[in-house]
Nanobody, 118 residues
Framework: QVQLVESGGGSVQAGGSLRLSCVAS????????MGWYRQAPGKQRELVAL???????NYRDSVKGRFSISRDDAKRTVYLQMGSLKPEDTAVYYC????????????WGQGTQVTVSS
């Protein structure tokens, strides 16, 4: 069984910064792409940033230049450094990973709340 556990959420004022972390555990052979998604109240879950297993990254337009995704494969961890936060960044942030065990599956974390006040 694979688990993803996020941490680092919280409440900040606009313009502030937060760093999210997500650690994968379990019988993992390989972690392929990892990513962060978010879901605001009344809205659909949306992709924030992705990082492939060779380090290529992809961001939604609204966070480009403000957020940075990175990963440490030795620690089985993906990070999301968020800066210049805006109230519209308020959401529950979810970690996602495609993981090879004896099969290949997609896993989600439980989510961590990020609240940005104006």
């Amino acid at each position: 069984q694979v688990q993803l556990v996020e941490s680092g959420g919280g409440s900040v004022q606009a313009g502030g910064s937060l760093r999210l972390s997500c650690v994968a555990s379990g019988r993992i052979f390989r972690i392929n792409h990892m990513g962060w998604y978010r879901q605001a109240p009344g809205k659909q879950r949306e992709l924030v940033a992705l990082i492939s297993n060779d380090g290529r990254t992809n961001y939604r337009d609204s966070v480009k230049g403000r957020f940075s995704i990175s990963r440490d494969d030795a620690k089985r961890t993906v990070y999301l450094q968020m800066g210049s936060l805006k109230p519209e960044d308020t959401a529950v942030y979810y970690c996602n990973a495609e993981v090879d065990t004896i099969t290949r599956n997609n896993y989600w974390g439980q989510g961590t709340q990020v609240t940005v006040s104006s």
